[in-house]
């Protein structure tokens, strides 16, 4: 069976740590989305990776795909109270679709 | 100007109720979906329109009907709705494989 793990499920930094969170695939992935979601304000697109060892930055997340195409990693530098929210990945299996299969969360804490 | 915007953005009803939510988007992207979130924050996907042509439809109760009048609106119609509906139901859209941008939701209860 297909299946997405998200790790840790809840994660609480102090106000300028760094952090990881973590999604592995059961299989190669054809496209790995990351979203950020605030309570009422939806799913925020933060970035989308397709090839094997690629690596996006936004400001200060950085999102990573290993060479398998099975891991995913989004590590943020110098947490602040604004990046606090639930982050999603979302893996695309198939390719074309949009059906998109998503882990079940990191719930982040920034402490000021 | 908001690119996939969704009406209501609460919904309280009584079981049995008939309801509809409202999805638009001004992407011009050509496919739009239906996700459901449930309590435990699982996000899934119910259906997926291309074209107005239903493409994807995940095993979701026959209660629940996609209507797209044109490919940049996609509406959720739910009928005789049932205490275990209640969820943050997102529209979403994309262009071909690429991106998919969503919603700020609409958040269902029934009551």
């Known amino acids: 069976s297909q299946e997405l793990e998200q790790s840790p499920q809840s994660l609480i930094v102090q106000e300028g740590k760094n952090l990881t969170i973590n999604c592995t695939s059961s299989k190669t992935l054809y496209g790995l989305y990351w979203y950020k979601q605030k309570y009422g304000e939806g799913l925020i697109f933060l970035m989308m990776l397709q090839k094997g060892g690629e690596e996006k930055s936004h400001e200060k997340i950085t999102a990573k795909l290993d060479e398998k195409k099975q891991q995913s990693s989004l590590h943020i530098t110098a947490s602040q109270p604004s990046h606090a929210g639930i982050y999603l990945c979302g893996a695309d299996w198939s390719g074309n679709t949009g059906k998109l299969i998503f882990g079940q969360g990191t719930t982040l804490q920034v402490k000021p | 100007d908001t690119a996939v915007s969704q009406t209501p953005k609460y919904l309280v009803t009584q079981m049995g109720n008939d309801k509809s939510i409202k999805c638009e988007q001004n992407?011009?992207?050509?496919?739009m979906y239906w996700y459901k979130q449930d309590s435990k924050k699982f996000l899934k996907i119910m259906f997926s329109y291309n074209n107005k042509e239903l493409i994807i439809n995940e095993t979701v109760p026959n209660r629940f009907s996609p209507k797209s009048p044109d490919k940049a609106h996609l509406n959720l119609h739910i009928n005789s709705l049932e205490l275990g509906d209640s969820a943050v139901y997102f529209c979403?859209?994309?262009?071909?494989?690429?991106?998919?941008?969503f919603g700020s939701g609409t958040q269902l209860s029934v009551l």
């Open positions: 992407l011009g992207h050509d496919t």
């Open positions: 979403a859209s994309s262009q071909a494989g690429t991106t998919i941008f």
